[in-house]
């Protein structure tokens, strides 16, 4: 059988160790961190297609019990101006809704159903390197164990390891906006729940959405140089309210308010992509998720293209023999539409796109979910 190091146990390490396994690959999942609950702060959302790509992995049960869902999108303007209010994704079907949660959960649930269905994880094993022979891959972590398997996929983030085995050189850049997140549980600005609402505020983009429980989760773009690495993490929560709260007060919308009562943490990173072109493989190794594709946040895709990965990979792997083959193939099915989603979010992020505001598929949108199709042989779906 077929042995799979999965280095990382993030969305897209976890997801392609329940996909591999669901194909019949042994999978051993490597992650650096000590305990799941790392980056418990920040919060994303779940896309359809990220929904349906979990759907594929017998894993809607695991995520819908955590998060809530959404299922329509409000726009509004610097003045408050309800500009739409339309249905978001596929927001009929309770499996494949939008749904927000915080990403530490995610991570955390999504690594506890792969333990349940008896598949190896470790934590506080670190990759630092890695030996792609002829017959095997080892991998060397910093607890000084090794690791060897047939392949080795890379799932390892922004600054992934592997990826420096496959594309020396080749970094994440700067996507032109900083993006800080946060929650409050003060009362919540009208409007219910159900639903995202994005501000296309004169300073920031701006969006919130309430849980059912009453709790605003928030996110600001802000346009500008990048933030100094000591800043992002020297700096206190009331510093970055108190930066963010004069700029969204320009304007008339629930934002400047959400923000000022906002006690707790701010969390704050700078936005970034991976340069299009990167090369995803070489030899037994092949990475995916942020540390092949990272796009800026403006779309909300990171996650769900990983969950699409993670699907796509197995599935290749399952059907085609010769493991060059099926990265070819698996590359062929992914790139086009991972630069797409890298392409348009880094332009909405500098300014230079106008999102289309509902989050509906678009034309086109079909082919993915052919290709996430499981019983689907995947030379079928790529038109092989
Ligand atoms: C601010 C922000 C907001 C976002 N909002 C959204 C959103 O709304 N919707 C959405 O879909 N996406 C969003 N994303 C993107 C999304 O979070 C990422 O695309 C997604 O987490 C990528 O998953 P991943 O598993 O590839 O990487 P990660 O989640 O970064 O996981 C990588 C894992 O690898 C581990 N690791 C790293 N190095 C090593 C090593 N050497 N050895 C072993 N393990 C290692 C890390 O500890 C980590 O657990 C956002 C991202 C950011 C930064």
Same mark, same amino acid.
């Given at each position: ?46 896309? *359809?297609? $990220?929904? &349906?790509? +979990?759907?594929?992995? /017998?894993?809607? !049960?695991? #995520? @819908? %019990? ?55 994880? *470790?934590? $506080?094993? &670190?990759? +630092?390197?890695?030996? /792609?022979?002829? !017959?095997? #891959? @080892? %991998? ?59 501000? &296309? ?184």
């Amino acid at each position: 059988m077929t042995r799979v190091l999965v280095i990382g146990g993030g969305i897209a390490g976890t997801a392609v160790a329940l996909a591999l396994h669901k194909a019949g690959l042994e999978v051993a999942v490597y992650e650096a961190h000590p305990d799941t609950a790392e980056d418990i702060g920040a919060f994303l959302t779940l896309a *359809s297609n $990220g929904m &349906r790509a +979990l759907a594929q992995l /017998d894993a809607t !049960d695991a #995520v @819908t %019990a955590i998060g809530f869902p959404l299922t329509s999108l409000r726009l509004l303007d610097s003045q408050g101006t309800e500009l739409a209010h339309a249905p978001m994704g596929e927001a009929d079907d309770p499996a494949l809704r939008y749904r927000c949660l915080r990403r530490g959960e995610l991570n955390a649930a999504l690594q506890a159903e792969a333990v349940r269905r008896g598949i190896g994880l *470790s934590h $506080g094993t &670190r990759l +630092l390197s890695v030996d /792609d022979g002829r !017959d095997h #891959v @080892t %991998a060397r972590f910093a607890d000084g164990s090794t690791a060897t398997g047939d392949l080795l996929i890379g799932a390892d983030g922004l600054n992934s390891t592997v990826r420096r085995l496959i594309a020396p050189g080749v970094r994440p850049g700067y996507a032109g906006q900083r993006v800080f997140y946060g929650y409050t549980d003060g009362a919540p600005p009208p409007g219910g729940t159900g639903h995202i609402t994005m501000v &296309r505020g004169t300073e920031a983009a701006f969006g919130y959405a309430v849980s059912p429980e009453g709790e605003t989760y928030w996110f600001a773009r802000v346009t500008g140089e990048p933030l100094p690495a000591d800043e992002l993490t020297l700096a206190t929560p009331a510093a970055w309210r108190d930066l963010l709260v004069p700029l969204l007060r320009k304007d008339a919308t629930p934002a400047a308010d959400i923000v000022a009562a906002s006690s707790g943490r701010v969390m704050v990173t700078n936005a970034t992509e991976m340069p299009l072109g990167t090369a995803w493989h070489s030899g037994r190794s092949l990475i995916i998720g942020d540390a092949a594709h990272a796009a800026s946040p403006a779309t909300g895709q990171g996650a769900s293209m990983a969950l699409e990965d993670a699907v796509v990979l197995a599935k290749s792997l399952r059907d085609i023999a010769d493991t060059r083959t099926a990265f070819s193939v698996y590359e062929a099915c992914r790139r086009p539409r991972v630069e797409h989603n890298i392409t348009v979010s880094g332009q909405m992020s500098r300014g230079t796109h106008a999102p289309s505001g509902t989050g509906r598929p678009r034309p086109g949108d079909d082919e993915p979910a052919r290709l996430l199709d499981w019983d689907t042989d995947i030379r079928t779906s790529a038109g092989r």
